[in-house]
T-cell receptor, first 111, second 115 residues
Framework: KQEVTQIPAALSVPEGENLVLNCSFT??????LQWFRQDPGKGLTSLLL???SQREQTSGRLNASLDKSSGRSTLYIAASQPGDSATYLC??????????WGAGTKLIIKP | GAGVSQTPSNKVTEKGKYVELRCDPI?????LYWYRQSLGQGPEFLIY????????DSGLPNDRFFAVRPEGSVSTLKIQRTERGDSAVYLC???FGDGTNSPLHFGNGTRLTVT
């Protein structure tokens, strides 16, 4: 059974710092891995989607990597800003087209 | 708007009542998903539609939960004889194709409270 784990559960850093969020999964049979952000009381916003055949994706200050063989992904945020404060969730799409989710990392960027 | 729309945004109901939650996906998206999310947790899969048919309903917790998508667009999640444990945020998402090559787009959710 696929399990997704995100570490740390919460992270607080000063504005301007670069940071890394971690995601691990137990079964490498995935179609893709997706990173989302969720603001309080809101739905989820897709940030990056990495196909199982890809190693990384970049969008602006965000870079996500995927190492399928070791079951790991990282989300790198460069030059963090207070507006980046949110909960970041990763999810893997399994062979049944289901997204299996981590519990998220709550990120606070201090001005 | 062009995003996924969910109504109502909030629903408070008494234990034992019937509720319907509506999802309007992005036009042209054939895949539609329902999830529910409890505080501090990731979303929990409920059901996946491809067109009008339920391709995977293995996440529905019991037979009190049912979902339809009769014309391959709008979907309704129906919960009978609601229980306090059904309280959660119910999220709907849609995507192109089967979702393997395109990201899911989520609505803002319906917060269901069963008293």
């Amino acid at each position: 059974k696929q399990e997704v784990t995100q570490i740390p559960a919460a992270l607080s850093v000063p504005e301007g710092e670069n940071l890394v969020l971690n995601c691990s999964f137990t079964d490498s049979a995935i179609y893709n891995l997706q990173w989302f952000r969720q603001d309080p009381g809101k739905g989820l916003t897709s940030l990056l989607l990495i196909q199982s055949s890809q190693r990384e994706q970049t969008s602006g200050r965000l870079n996500a990597s995927l190492d399928k063989s070791s079951g790991r992904s990282t989300l790198y945020i460069a030059a963090s800003q207070p507006g980046d404060s949110a909960t970041y969730l990763c999810a893997v799409m399994d062979s049944n087209y289901q997204l299996i989710w981590g519990a998220g990392t709550k990120l606070i960027i201090k001005p | 708007g062009a995003g996924v729309s969910q109504t109502p945004s909030n629903k408070v109901t008494e234990k034992g009542k019937y509720v319907e939650l509506r999802c309007d996906p992005i036009s042209g998206h054939t895949a539609l998903y329902w999830y529910r999310q409890s505080l501090g947790q990731g979303p929990e899969f409920l059901i996946y539609f491809q067109g009008t048919g339920a391709a995977d309903d293995s996440g529905l917790p019991n037979d009190r939960f049912f979902a339809v998508r009769p014309e391959g667009s709008v979907s309704t999640l129906k919960i009978q004889r609601t229980e306090r444990g059904d309280s959660a945020v119910y999220l709907c998402a849609s995507s192109f194709g089967d979702g393997t090559n395109s990201p899911l787009h989520f609505g803002n959710g319906t917060r269901l409270t069963v008293t």
